[in-house]
């Protein structure tokens, strides 16, 4: 089920470049739409949470689309929403859920990173290839988000770890797969981001254990510096792909590498 507003054919006022994020209704999705539309971007702003991306769209003046990407329909009511003609998309939507280890891990909770991270994503790259074929002069980009866990693993983080390695895998496959069409495959991979709900839906509403991966680090990265990256990659010229960005705090220098600062200090 979709729901839309705004019209979404061209008229004076309208920018000539459209721009797909998904997941949009909080964190990097959210700030990404913000930092595209004040690009220049007409932004559909697609999530499950319609009161969300409603709002997101009347301020950036975008289009707010209902969709789960875990849904093949509701995919298909965001490509009928874009229309035949797409600028770029950014496969913003995914999630962790849950930290335990694989011997008490939760089968569930798997599939659902699994669906969001690497089947979502394949179901609204493949509803929107055609229109991302379509956008002018070749200009066509997929972004997808990924993260440093989709790297290199660690413990308790086994089923988002391999959720994000099929997000890197899947991209990679798919600009091999695209080589000789006018369309550009990047992924942005992001270390420690601190945002409002990563933490606290992978930790299951625990808002003590979500505080500690952040605990003495005093800046992590926040939503508007990845939506700054994405920016940067999908405007390049149309003969430049940048096949992959890793971007960390400073404090990060590695997946378990975080310098924290304690009372001790």
Not at 83 to 90: C, F, H, K
Not at 214 to 240: C, K
Request: glycine letters at 10%; a negative charge; charged letters at 20%.
């Amino acid at each position: 089920m979709t729901s839309t507003t705004n019209d979404t054919t061209a008229g004076p006022g309208r920018p000539s470049r459209t721009a797909v994020v998904t997941g949009a209704s909080s964190g990097i999705g959210e700030a990404t739409a913000r930092r595209l539309a004040a690009e220049g971007f007409h932004v559909f702003c697609a999530a499950r949470r319609t009161d969300r991306v409603q709002a997101l769209a009347d301020e950036i003046g975008g289009t707010a689309v209902t969709c789960d990407v875990t849904d093949a329909a509701s995919v298909a009511g965001l490509a009928e929403a874009v229309g035949p003609r797409l600028d770029v998309l950014v496969n913003n939507a995914g999630g962790a859920f849950g930290s335990s280890p694989v011997a008490e891990a939760d089968a569930d909770e798997w599939r659902r990173m699994f669906d969001v991270n690497v089947v979502g994503l394949m179901q609204v790259t493949r509803a929107l290839l055609p229109a991302l074929l379509a956008a002018d002069d070749g200009a066509g980009i997929i972004c997808n988000v990924g993260s440093t866990a989709g790297r290199i693993a660690y413990e308790g983080g086994a089923g988002y770890t391999a959720a994000k390695h099929g997000t890197q895998v899947v991209t990679e496959t798919l600009r091999l797969e695209l080589w000789d069409q006018p369309v550009r495959v990047c992924e942005v991979a992001p270390g420690m981001v601190r945002t409002d709900e990563f933490a606290l839906v992978r930790f299951d509403g625990d808002a003590e254990k979500a505080a500690k991966v952040y605990a003495g680090v005093a800046e992590p990265l926040v939503a508007d510096d990845v939506a700054d990256a994405i920016a940067w990659m999908v405007t390049r010229p149309r003969h430049v792909n940048v096949d992959e960005l890793v971007i960390r705090p400073r404090a990060q220098a590695a997946q378990h590498k975080v310098h924290r600062v304690t009372s001790s200090d």
